[in-house]
C-alpha cells in the first residue's frame, strides 16, 4: 500500500510541476501535448468562470452577512470588528475583479510566449508545464485583484470589457465557420464512402432546421423588439442582418465559388446565419428603452412590458436571463472546440494562427512499465500560437466579464448597473464584421485564384 502511495504521490508531483504535462508519469489519458496543455488552460478558465457564477448567484451576500464576524454591516460578535466588505467579494464587483485576474494571468503567458516556434524553445517547458504553480499565480493575482480600490476601476475595466468582448465575439465566430467546414467535409466524405443517401439526408435535414430556426427567430424579433411606432433600430438590424444572411447563403451556392470552394455550402451559411440571429437578440436585449426590449418573463406570461420590468434594486444584475444563458453555451462550446480543433480549412488556419492538420495527430507512446504517455508532437514545430491562444483566453475573460454583468455598465455613484447603446452597437457591429469575414473564405479563392486556400 505503501509502495502504491509512493508511485501515485510522484506522478501527480511529475504531472503538477514537470517540465511538460504528464511526460513522466501515467496518470493522464494518452494524448497529445498540444491538446492536453491547451484543455488544462482552458479548465483554468472555466475554473474562474464557476467561481464569478458562484459570486453574482441571488442571495449570495445576504447569506454572507448572517455570518457572524464576517461582513461590514452584518452580524456581528462582541470584540470582533468586520472587516469584509461584501459589496466587493460577491456582485458584479468581484466577476469584474476575477475576470481582471483571470485577464492579467493569460495576458502574462501570452507576452512570455511570444515568438515560441518549438517545444525545443526554453519557454515552452512553462507553458506546458509547472501546472501547480500557474495555478498558484492565478490565485495570488486574485487575491490581489480584490484589493483593488473602487473609484474607477469599474468604469474603465468596463470599456476593456467592451472592446475584448467584441474582439471574443469575431472569435467565436470563426471557430464556428471552422466547426461547420469541418461538419460539412467529414460527411461528405462519409456518404463518398459509405451510404450516401443517409449522410446527405442528415447535412439536407440539419441545413432545413438551422434556417427554420433563424426564420423563426426574426419573425420572434418583429412581433416582440419592434413597435409600429418606435424601436426604428431594432428594425434597422433585424432586416439588415437577415439581407446579409440571405446573400451569404446565395453567395455559397454561385457556381463559381462551388468550383473554387468544393467544401463550401448551405449547411456553413445555415450555422452563420443562426449565429447572427443570436448575436441580434443578444444585442436588441442591451437596449435600455424597455419598450423596445421587453423581458423573458414578460413575454412568456403575456404581462405587458410596463408591469413586466420592474426596476431592478441599485447593484442587482439579473445574469440567468435567456440571451446570457445561451452566451455561456457557446461560449463553453468555442473554449473546448478551441482545445482540441486540428483544422483543415486553410483560411480560418489562419486567422487563429494554427497550423493545418496538426493537433490531433493520433500518437500513443507507452513505456517499459506498459503506461500511456503524453505524446510530445511539437518537437518539430508548434501547432499553434502560444501567444495568441494566451490572447484568446484574455478575450474570454472579458467577454464571460460582460456577460454574467448583462453587458450593464456601473456607475460608481449611485451603484447601479445600467444597460447602455453602446454595448448595442458593439454586438451588431461584431455581427456585420463576422459576416464579411464568412463572405471572404467564400470569395477570397475566387478573386485570387492562384493562391492555395483550400
Known amino acids: 500500500m505503501l509502495i502504491i502511495f509512493k508511485n501515485v504521490t510522484v506522478c501527480t508531483a511529475s504531472c503538477l510541476c514537470g517540465s511538460a504535462p504528464c511526460l513522466l508519469c501515467g496518470c493522464c489519458p494518452s494524448s497529445n501535448n498540444s491538446t492536453v496543455t491547451r484543455l488544462l488552460f482552458s479548465f483554468f478558465l472555466l475554473l474562474g468562470t464557476l467561481v464569478s457564477v458562484i459570486m453574482i448567484l441571488p442571495g449570495m451576500e445576504t447569506q454572507l452577512r448572517k455570518i457572524p464576524g464576517f461582513c461590514q454591516g452584518g452580524t456581528t460578535i462582541p470584540g470582533i470588528e468586520n472587516h469584509v466588505n461584501c459589496d466587493v467579494i460577491v456582485g458584479y464587483k468581484s466577476v469584474y475583479r476575477m475576470c481582471f485576474a483571470m485577464a ?40 490581489g485583484a480584490f484589493f483593488i480600490p473602487d473609484g474607477t476601476f469599474h468604469d474603465v475595466w468596463f470599456y476593456f470589457g467592451i472592446v475584448g ?12 465557420i471552422d466547426f461547420a467546414h469541418s461538419w460539412n467535409e467529414v460527411w461528405v466524405r462519409n456518404a463518398e464512402e459509405g451510404n450516401s443517401k443517409c449522410w446527405f439526408s442528415g447535412l439536407l435535414f440539419f441545413t432545413i432546421l438551422h434556417y427554420a430556426l433563424a426564420f423563426a427567430a426574426v419573425v420572434l424579433f418583429y412581433l416582440y423588439y419592434t413597435k409600429p411606432d418606435n424601436c426604428a433600430e431594432h428594425k434597422f438590424f433585424i432586416s439588415f442582418n437577415l439581407i446579409l444572411c440571405v446573400i451569404i447563403s446565395v453567395v455559397s451556392i454561385l457556381p463559381k465559388v462551388q468550383d473554387a470552394s468544393p467544401q463550401s455550402g448551405l449547411l456553413q451559411s445555415s450555422i452563420i446565419t443562426m449565429y447572427t440571429m443570436y448575436v441580434t437578440w443578444s444585442a436588441m436585449t442591451n437596449n435600455p428603452n424597455r ?45 473546448f472546440y478551441a482545445s482540441i ?3 483543415s480549412n486553410a483560411q480560418v488556419n489562419r486567422l487563429m494562427q494554427t497550423e493545418e492538420g496538426k493537433g490531433t495527430v493520433g500518437g500513443e507512446e507507452v513505456g517499459e512499465d506498459g503506461l500511456r504517455r503524453v505524446v510530445d508532437n511539437e518537437e518539430d514545430g508548434v501547432t499553434y500560437n502560444y501567444s495568441f491562444f494566451h490572447f484568446h483566453l484574455l478575450l474570454a475573460s472579458l467577454y464571460i466579464m460582460m456577460t454574467l454583468t448583462n453587458w450593464y455598465k456601473p456607475d460608481t455613484t449611485t451603484q447601479a448597473m445600467q444597460s447602455t447603446m453602446p454595448a ?10 463576422g459576416l464579411g469575414l464568412y463572405l471572404w473564405t467564400l470569395v477570397a479563392p475566387v478573386i485570387f485564384p492562384n493562391r492555395d486556400f483550400n
Request: hydrophobic share 55%.
Open 424 to 433: 448595442v452597437w458593439v454586438k451588431i457591429s461584431s455581427s456585420w464584421l
Open 291 to 335: 419598450e423596445c426590449n421587453p423581458s423573458l418573463l414578460s413575454l412568456v406570461s403575456n404581462i405587458s412590458t410596463t408591469e413586466a420590468m420592474p426596476t431592478s434594486s441599485p447593484g442587482m444584475v439579473q445574469w440567468w436571463d435567456a440571451q446570457g444563458i445561451v452566451g455561456l453555451v457557446i461560449f463553453l462550446f468555442c473554449t
Open 165 to 176: 468582448s467584441f474582439m471574443f465575439i469575431l472569435i467565436q465566430l470563426i471557430l464556428l
Open 104 to 143: 492579467c494571468f493569460f495576458f502574462l503567458f501570452s507576452a512570455i510566449m511570444i515568438r515560441v516556434k518549438s517545444s525545443k524553445d526554453p519557454r515552452a517547458a512553462i507553458q506546458n508545464g509547472f501546472w501547480f504553480f500557474k495555478f498558484l499565480i492565478l490565485v495570488g493575482i486574485t487575491v
Open 341 to 343: 480543433r486540428s483544422s
